[in-house]
């Protein structure tokens, strides 16, 4: 199975800063060009909910504060600048191998 | 929009045999995509455990394989996850999702199981 990194666990950034978040993985994830890594927010009592999709693509709705880069096995999601509602967990996640993984999460608060 | 409902026995004994349902409306599950099921253990780790796509066909996570199907009622647009036996350490939140197909972009709200005796 792929193993997902994510560094660090935990993060408090202050308001209007920025916060990285890190997601290595025990083999590459691309394929044919494209890297299979995705992030999730979730809050609590609420379900992941998908921020970016194939490494760098911004779903719909989902604030242009967030990006997320990289290619391979080192994957970054970015969020500048932090707002109060991104107080959440974050979650990178692989789907170039079954079965599919998830990284441990990183517990955003504001500082 | 699309929406999902998971639907479960909430708390049963170990060695029981039990189904999650996933109830899909906005969308019909045989038009396409591939239909999920998702667990959250306690203390937050995610585990993706396997789906059944829109022509049927499934596949279930290599761990799991023993243990679990997934099953689908088209009539009904619902899919089902189906353990044969559970242990204290299937204790979770249980999400379905689509993946479309190489990413998760719709989930429902999940339902927790408890295995305790």
């Known amino acids: 199975d792929i193993v997902l990194t994510q560094s660090p666990a935990s993060l408090a950034v202050s308001l209007g800063q920025r916060a990285t978040i890190s997601c290595k993985a025990s083999q590459s994830v691309d394929y044919d060009g494209d890297s299979y890594m995705n992030w999730y927010q979730q809050k609590p009592g609420q379900p992941p909910k998908l921020l970016i999709y194939?490494?760098?693509n911004l779903e719909s709705g989902i604030p242009a504060g967030f990006s997320g880069s990289g290619s391979g096995t080192d994957f970054t999601l970015n969020i500048h600048p932090v707002e109060e509602e991104d107080v959440a967990t974050y979650y990178c996640q692989q789907s170039n191998e079954d079965p599919f993984t998830f990284g441990s999460g990183t517990k955003l608060e504001i500082k | 929009d699309v929406q999902l409902q998971e639907s479960g026995p909430g708390l049963v004994t170990p060695s029981q045999s039990l189904s999650l349902t996933c109830s899909v409306t906005g969308y019909s599950i045989t038009s396409g995509y591939y239909w999920n099921w998702i667990r959250q253990f306690p203390g937050s780790k995610l585990e993706w455990m396997g789906y059944i796509s829109y022509d049927g066909s499934n596949n279930c996570s290599p761990s799991l394989k023993n243990r679990i199907s997934i099953t689908r009622d088209t009539s009904k647009n619902q899919f089902f996850l189906n353990f044969n036996s559970v242990t204290t350490e299937d204790t979770a939140t249980y999400y379905c999702a689509r993946a479309v197909p190489y990413y998760f972009d719709y989930w429902g709200q999940g339902t927790t199981l408890t295995v305790s005796s």
């Open positions: 194939a490494a760098s």
